[in-house]
């Protein structure tokens, strides 16, 4: 079974600040990897997602994250964060070749201080 | 584009009472999944569909919940009985076929009282 693993539960940075966000995930074979983004009372957004090739890809809004397999990690970095990325933050696996269903981490609310 | 739309937006219901809830997929995809959002939980697929047909339902909680998709545009998920413990946001997603990421409806609220 996989299993998704977000280390920070609450994060709060100043306006600039430079954000990583933990994601660790257990699973043997291969796969997909996602970050989506909920802005308070909305429903989930696709920031980011891998699935092969380079291990660095970039999303949306300027986030961008790094796969590395053998650290089983997908890390989400952004360099200045923006008052507007105050959200609640989770990232998900799946196995690799297939339409499963995801498997979420229990998430990260992240808080940007003006 | 129109997006994954459910129905209703929030739903208020008492114990014991059956709760049906609605989703309409983006159209032409081929896949679509129901998840269930708590504070406890966080987010947890309930049951899957591919082309109509139940592929994975093993996180379905109990009995009493159960998800229909007659056609491809369409899906419920019900719950009957009720129970205060089924208080959760309930999302639909939809994605195509092999590797397309899924897309999110904006959720139903639902409170058990």
């Known amino acids: 079974a996989q299993s998704v693993s977000q280390h920070n539960h609450h994060v709060i940075l100043s306006e600039a600040a430079s954000l990583e966000l933990g994601c660790n995930y257990s699973?043997?074979?291969?796969?997909?990897l996602f970050w989506y983004v909920q802005y308070p009372g909305q429903h989930l957004q696709l920031l980011l997602k891998y699935f092969s090739g380079d291990p660095l890809v970039k999303g949306i809004k300027g986030f961008e994250a790094e796969f590395i397999k053998s650290k089983f990690s997908f890390n989400l970095r952004k360099p200045s964060v923006q008052w507007s990325d105050t959200a609640e933050y989770f990232c998900?696996?799946?196995?690799?070749?297939?339409?499963?269903?995801?498997?979420f981490g229990k998430g990260t609310h992240l808080i940007i201080q003006p | 584009d129109a997006g994954v739309i459910q129905s209703p937006r929030h739903e208020v219901t008492e114990m014991g009472q059956e709760v049906t809830l609605r989703c309409k997929p983006i159209?032409?995809?081929?896949?679509l999944f129901w998840y269930r959002q708590t504070m406890m939980r966080g987010l947890e697929l309930l049951i899957y569909f591919n082309n109509n047909v139940p592929i994975d339902d093993s996180g379905m909680p109990e009995d009493r919940f159960s998800a229909k998709m007659p056609n491809a545009s369409f899906s419920t998920l019900k719950i009957q009985p009720s129970e205060p413990r089924d208080s959760a946001v309930y999302f639909c997603?939809?994605?195509?076929?092999?590797?397309?990421?899924?897309?999110f409806g904006d959720g139903t609220r639902l409170s058990i009282l």
């Open positions: 997603a939809s994605s195509l076929a092999g590797l397309s990421p899924q897309h």
């Open positions: 998900a696996v799946r196995s690799g070749g297939g339409a499963d269903g995801l498997t």
């Open positions: 699973y043997g074979g291969t796969v997909n």
């Open positions: 159209s032409g995809h081929d896949y």
